[in-house]
Nanobody, 122 residues
Framework: QVQLVESGGDSVQAGGSLRLSCAAS???????MGWFRQAPGGEREGIAV??????TYADSVKGRFTISRDTTKNTLYLQMNSLKPEDAARYYC??????????????????WGQGTQVTVSS
């Protein structure tokens, strides 16, 4: 059973940076993993995913956010730079098994963390 625990959320000013972490337990080493976010009243948005074939980003974060993973620590990261007020949301880590296309679709992920809150003030 895969369990995911996010950390690193905080309140920052616009233009600032944060690094989110997602510690996984259970086997995820060749899984597709990703970061999603959800603002109040909004839908869960896929922002970055990573697999053995590479990574994919939403246009809204491309060039500002970087997803990475450390398989030795079984941990997923999201480096967020040049943060904007519209980046404020609850950020979730997710995982799905191998054999499927790794893409920014929340409905395709079966494992989820509880999320970590990011607030960006202007």
């Amino acid at each position: 059973q895969v369990q995911l625990v996010e950390s690193g959320g905080d309140s920052v000013q616009a233009g600032g940076s944060l690094r989110l972490s997602c510690a996984a337990s259970g086997y995820t080493y060749d899984y597709c993993m990703g970061w999603f976010r959800q603002a109040p009243g909004g839908e869960r948005e896929g922002i970055a995913v990573i697999s053995d074939l590479g990574s994919t980003y939403a246009d809204s974060v491309k060039g500002r956010f970087t997803i990475s993973r450390d398989t030795t620590k079984n941990t997923l990261y999201l480096q967020m730079n040049s943060l904007k007020p519209e980046d404020a949301a609850r950020y979730y880590c997710a995982a799905r098994g191998v054999g499927w296309t790794c893409r920014l679709r929340a409905s395709e992920f079966g494992y989820w963390g509880q999320g970590t809150q990011v607030t960006v003030s202007s």
